[in-house]
C-alpha cells in the first residue's frame, strides 16, 4: 500500500510565502510524475504544478513565476514553494503521484490567503 501524507498548508497573508511538502511511503518501486493539485470552494480540482522523474515541471497560468516545484528521488518527496500568495491561492492542496504505475492522492492541505 502506498500513502502520500502532505505538511506545511496554514493561513499566511497576502504577499507571504508557504512551503508544502509530500512524502510519499509503502512498497515503491518507482515514482514517475508527481504534483500538486487544489481544489477551491464550489471548483473544481486543479492541476497547480506537476514534476517528472527527470525534473521537468509544468505549471498552472496563474502560479508561473510565484510557486516553484522541486522533488527529492531520494527520499520520495515533493515539495511546492508558494510566494507572493494572493487570496484567489486559497483552496485545499492535494499531492498527486504516479507511484508504481498507479495514481495516489494525499489527503489535502488548507491554504488559506487573507487579504
Known amino acids: 500500500q502506498v500513502q502520500l501524507v502532505e505538511s506545511g498548508g496554514g493561513l499566511v497573508q497576502a504577499g507571504g510565502s508557504l512551503r508544502l511538502s509530500c512524502a510519499a511511503s509503502g512498497t515503491i518501486f518507482s515514482i514517475n510524475v508527481m504534483g500538486w493539485y487544489r481544489q477551491a470552494p464550489g471548483k473544481q480540482r486543479d492541476l497547480v504544478a506537476s514534476?517528472?522523474?527527470?525534473?521537468?515541471?509544468n505549471y498552472a497560468d496563474s502560479v508561473k513565476g510565484r510557486f516553484t516545484i522541486s522533488r527529492d528521488n531520494a527520499k520520495n518527496l515533493v515539495y511546492l514553494q508558494m510566494d507572493s500568495l494572493k487570496p484567489e491561492d486559497t483552496a485545499v492542496y492535494y499531492c498527486?503521484?504516479?507511484?508504481?504505475?498507479?495514481?495516489?492522492w494525499g489527503q489535502g492541505t488548507q491554504v488559506t490567503v487573507s487579504s
Open positions: 514534476i517528472t522523474s527527470g525534473a521537468y515541471t
Open positions: 498527486n503521484a504516479r507511484v508504481n504505475y498507479l495514481y495516489y
